[in-house]
């Protein structure tokens, strides 16, 4: 079955750049009407769509973060990866990547279990 | 402030049908289908109604929602314990370059 894990560090300082990859299993990063997305949840609140990835290298971003993410993929790997810069507490946040199957769907239907990061000095 | 605006909490007793309203508007719910997601505590969301209506295999009929114009809305009728959770819905966005975006959440308190 299709699986998607996020690894990375759990711990950012002020000003740096957040990193996340994705690694998917069960599933091609190369399957067609399919885009691989990063959502965020911040302490206690909602969800929150950062952007997502086509696997030609097409992006979508949230106008909000638009000018500090990038999101790029890595056939070879079948993962796809998150960067955010200039990051301050306020990105501190469990982040999860997830597949929006519009094949099947027109949804996420696959999501990791959410990774942790916490921006501190 | 979320796109999408929705209750910050609703509930029942078991047995009972709730019902989550999620408020959008032209650029978003008015033309685009409505998705929604449950969440488990401590867990990831997971897809419970896809296109408006459709339930993922899986999903008990208990889940049904609906769309009309720049809202949508989940019901869930016998209400069962397990059922308590926090309830997203989520379209896309088409104002400015486009983006995914979601309500606030709603969390759904079985007493």
């Known amino acids: 079955q299709v699986q998607l894990q996020e690894s990375g560090p759990g711990l950012v300082k002020p000003s740096q750049t957040l990193s996340l990859t994705c690694t998917v299993s069960?599933?091609?990063?190369?399957?067609?009407?399919?885009?691989w997305t990063w959502i965020r949840q911040h302490p206690g609140k909602g969800l929150e769509w950062i952007g997502y990835?086509?696997?030609?290298?097409?992006?979508y971003y949230n106008p909000s973060l638009n000018s500090r993410v990038t999101i790029s993929v890595d056939m070879s790997k079948n993962q796809f990866s998150l960067s955010l810069n200039s990051v301050t507490a306020a990105d501190t946040a469990v982040y999860y990547c997830?597949?929006?199957?519009?094949?099947?769907?027109?949804?996420?239907?696959?999501w990791g279990p959410g990774a942790l990061v916490t921006v501190s000095s | 402030q979320s796109v999408l605006t929705q209750p910050p909490s609703a509930s029942g007793t078991p047995g009972q049908r709730v019902t989550i309203s999620c408020s959008g508007s032209?650029?978003?719910?008015?033309?685009?289908?409505v998705n929604w997601y449950q969440q488990l505590p401590g867990t990831a969301p997971k897809l419970l109604i896809y296109?408006?209506?459709q339930r993922p295999s899986g999903v008990p009929d208990r889940f049904s929602a609906s769309k009309s114009g720049t809202s949508a809305s989940l019901a869930i009728s016998g209400l069962q314990f397990e059922d308590e959770a926090d309830y997203y819905c989520?379209?896309?966005?088409?104002?400015?370059?486009?983006?995914?975006?979601f309500g606030g959440g709603t969390k759904l308190t079985v007493l």
């Open positions: 997830a597949r929006e199957n519009q094949v099947d769907y027109d949804a996420l239907d696959y």
């Open positions: 069960g599933a091609s990063i190369r399957s067609v009407n399919t885009y």
């Open positions: 990835i086509y696997y030609s290298g097409s992006t």
């Open positions: 032209t650029s978003n719910i008015g033309i685009n289908t």
């Open positions: 296109r408006n209506n």
């Open positions: 989520a379209a896309w966005d088409n104002s400015l370059t486009g983006r995914g975006v």
